[in-house]
């Protein structure tokens, strides 16, 4: 019973690059989160999907960030022209349908930008 | 506008005694309150949770408490164990539109000293 899966653990992005961050879901669970978490601070909301919908993108910045989650496969989190503000750690999370308060995490992403 | 707020960035007790974590909030009725720990390079794990229709939640060690008419929360670690030490976020979810948004604090470091 595999738990939330995300790769790659750590990305190393060039500035101007892009960055791909990968999330699959724990089984059975057919929502997504993505919540950024920068040094020093909380983890900060950024996107909330379900399976090719997004529900809530209030948290994503307007531009170079795109989420999604396809039918098939894991959910996506695309940065692009990355810039070295982007550094952070990305976590993903999940819940069951009508559970969204129970929300379980993968272990993260921690993307550098050079 | 920070809704969730904690406002101790460390802790430090003795092993076997209480720890009690602190969490202000803002903009609540209808709301679910939510403690997550972390370690270092690890996702969140959820801990323990309370609805804001009840004042007190127990789960082994640990207990939350919800003090409504101050916008208040803590969570009691009783006793506390080295392993305990980690970072802790408190984080408010529910809330009428029910979006499945996490807001977190910033967290609170708890080392407890063996």
């Known amino acids: 019973n595999a738990g939330v899966m995300q790769n790659p653990r750590h990305l190393v992005r060039r500035r101007g690059q892009e960055a791909r961050l990968r999330c699959s879901p724990m089984?059975?669970?057919?929502?997504v989160y993505w919540y950024r978490q920068l040094p020093e601070e909380g983890l900060k909301f950024m996107v909330y999907?379900?399976?090719?919908?997004?529900?809530?993108e209030s948290g994503m910045p307007k531009e170079r960030f795109s989420a999604e989650f396809p039918k098939e496969g894991p959910s996506i989190l695309r940065i692009q022209q990355v810039v070295r503000g982007d550094s952070a750690a990305y976590f993903c999370?999940?819940?069951?349908?009508?559970?969204?308060?129970?929300?379980?995490f993968g272990p993260g992403t921690r993307l550098t930008v050079l | 506008d920070q809704q969730v707020k904690q406002n101790s960035p460390s802790l430090s007790v003795q092993e076997g005694r209480i720890s009690i974590l602190n969490c202000d909030y803002t903009?609540?009725?209808?709301?679910?309150f939510l403690w997550y720990k972390k370690y270092p390079a690890e996702g969140p794990t959820f801990l323990i949770s309370?609805?804001?229709?009840?004042d007190k939640n127990e789960d082994g060690r640990f207990t939350v408490f919800l003090n409504k008419s101050a916008k208040h929360l803590s969570l009691h670690i009783v006793p506390s164990q080295p392993g305990d030490s980690a970072v802790y976020f408190c984080?408010?979810?529910?809330?009428?539109?029910?979006?499945?948004?996490?807001?977190f604090g910033q967290g609170t470091t708890l080392q407890v000293k063996p």
């Open positions: 999370a999940s819940s069951q349908m009508d559970s969204y308060n129970e929300q379980f």
């Open positions: 089984k059975g669970h057919s929502h």
């Open positions: 999907l379900q399976k090719e919908n997004i529900i809530d």
């Open positions: 903009n609540s009725m209808f709301d679910y």
């Open positions: 309370i609805s804001s229709i009840k």
């Open positions: 984080a408010k979810g529910g809330g009428s539109s029910n979006t499945g948004k996490l807001i």
